[in-house]
T-cell receptor
Framework: GQQLNQSPQSMFIQEGEDVSMNCTSSSIFNTWLWYKQDPGEGPVLLIALYKAGELTSNGRLTAQFGITRKDSFLNISASIPSDVGIYFCAGNTNAGKSTFGDGTTLTVKP | SAVISQKPSRDICQRGTSLTIQCQVDSQVTMMFWYRQQPGQSLTLIATANQGSEATYESGFVIDKFPISRPNLTFSTLTVSNMSPEDSSIYLC??????????FGSGTRLTVV
């Protein structure tokens, strides 16, 4: 089946620093999605990317859909303590099913 | 975006028993999915719940173990049958709504003892 390689696995940063994480795949996806999961909750969609090369922002978050359709990155600028959580990338095919990366655990030190 | 109500939010069950998880959506949706998230792991798709027909299961998941119902466009159930401790996970339903992307329920945290 399709697999996504998400990196880094974890990050420990100081409040105010910028963060970058990415996902790569050997398969092509039609949609790339980035989610954040807080403890005890389901994942919440942060950004959805629908076109190769697309660059989309949502507040301090910026994500890009790679031109080859096999990769995506998520940047968080000026991190704050509430950014703590697990970030997942996901790729979708036309069937609408999502394949998830293994997640990046973000810790922000005040 | 769609609002999903998932019940129960958590349960502790005896091995060998079954648990049915409900997913109610506040609007009609075409596509509904069930995922499993094992402790400390990512999300794995169990099946696509199809309205009016049998669910479509992913490799490694079978109907006898995870029967799914989808009687209408706003509701689905997932049953975890004949449970063992290895079934301890978070189970999540997810829907796709046009224009709003993908929404997850808050999950059912299952512990099998």
């Amino acid at each position: 089946g399709q697999q996504l390689n998400q990196s880094p696995q974890s990050m420990f940063i100081q409040e105010g620093e910028d963060v970058s994480m990415n996902c790569t795949s050997s398969s092509i996806f039609n949609t790339w999605l980035w989610y954040k999961q807080d403890p005890g909750e389901g994942p919440v969609l942060l950004i959805a990317l629908y076109k190769a090369g697309e660059l989309t922002s949502n507040g301090r978050l910026t994500a890009q859909f790679g031109i080859t359709r096999k990769d995506s990155f998520l940047n968080i600028s000026a991190s704050i303590p509430s950014d703590v959580g697990i970030y997942f990338c996901a790729g979708n095919t036309n069937a609408g099913k999502s394949t998830f990366g293994d997640g990046t655990t973000l810790t922000v030190k005040p | 975006s769609a609002v999903i109500s998932q019940k129960p939010s958590r349960d502790i069950c005896q091995r060998g028993t079954s648990l049915t998880i409900q997913c109610q959506v506040d609007s009609q949706v075409t596509m509904m999915f069930w995922y499993r998230q094992q402790p400390g792991q990512s999300l794995t798709l169990i099946a696509t719940a199809n309205q009016g027909s049998e669910a479509t299961y992913e490799s490694g998941f079978v109907i006898d173990k995870f029967p799914i119902s989808r009687p209408n466009l706003t509701f689905s159930t997932l049953t975890v049958s004949n449970m063992s401790p290895e079934d301890s996970s978070i189970y999540l339903c997810s829907v796709v709504t046009a224009g709003y992307g993908y929404t997850f329920g808050s999950g059912t945290r299952l512990t099998v003892v």
